[in-house]
């Protein structure tokens, strides 16, 4: 049973549009979840961390966390073909582990076209 | 903030040998250190999660005696591929968490490019 489910993808837009990134997760437990950013032949790096419920806005970035509906969304706003990337969306395993150990989505692989 | 190193950035060794590759957290003390790997147009692969001064815990599937793991710090770990073989030709990526307060996040190293010939 995958913790972590991203299905969408890949997503196209264009310079300027908001691109929305969405993941699922299983655990009610969950207390946190993290965006990372993946370009192609990098390793992940760490966009968002979402801690409670709602929103969180960093710059161009806002994700969106509900509990309710054990759902968890990166929205893009105004797109720029650098934020072409694979968009990795991630949550702690159960607490019944003490391992901190993270379960990752496949990915969402955005292109933004100018 | 929240910086990790990783050496070698690139390595190509003959099949049989060993290879080790190093993992330091930079600026900060982690909990945890983890090792995945990832082969082209794949996802993250989680290979072993390791703590300061004690053993490594594997996931299913990887191979402890030819992954070996040392935690000897709480900014270092390494990885060594023993007898190295072109199948295990990948990337691999270490990430560390931060000590304290119930944080889960990770943050990676720039990863490591192995080619075995």
């Known amino acids: 049973q995958k913790e972590v489910e991203q299905n969408s993808g890949p997503l196209s837009v264009p310079e300027g549009a908001i691109a929305s990134l969405n993941c699922t997760y299983s655990d009610r437990g969950s207390q946190s979840f993290f965006w990372y950013r993946q370009y192609s032949g990098k390793s992940p790096e760490l966009i968002m961390s979402i801690y409670s419920n709602g929103d969180k806005e960093d710059g161009r970035f806002t994700a969106q966390l509900n509990k309710a509906s054990q759902y968890v969304s990166l929205l893009i706003r105004d797109s720029q073909p650098s934020d072409s990337a694979t968009y990795l969306c991630a949550g702690p395993e159960g607490r019944g582990s003490t391992l901190g150990r993270l379960y990752f989505g496949r990915g969402t692989q955005l292109t933004v076209w100018p | 903030g929240a910086v990790v190193s990783q050496h070698p950035s690139r390595v190509i060794c003959k099949s049989g040998t060993s290879v080790k590759i190093e993992c330091r957290s930079l600026?900060?003390?982690?909990?945890?250190m983890f090792w995945y790997r990832q082969f082209p147009k794949q996802s993250l692969m989680l290979m072993a999660t390791?703590?300061?001064?004690?053993?490594?815990?594997?996931e299913q599937g990887v191979e402890k005696d030819k992954f070996l793991i040392n935690h000897a710090s709480l900014t270092l770990s390494t990885l060594t591929v023993t007898s190295a073989h072109p199948e295990d030709s990948s990337f691999y990526i270490c990430?560390?968490?931060?000590?304290?307060?119930?944080?889960?996040?990770?943050?990676f190293g720039p990863g490591t490019r192995l080619t075995v010939t």
């Open positions: 390791s703590n300061e001064g004690s053993k490594a815990t594997y």
């Open positions: 990430s560390a968490r931060p000590m304290g307060g119930g944080r889960y996040e990770q943050y």
């Open positions: 600026d900060f003390q982690a909990t945890t």
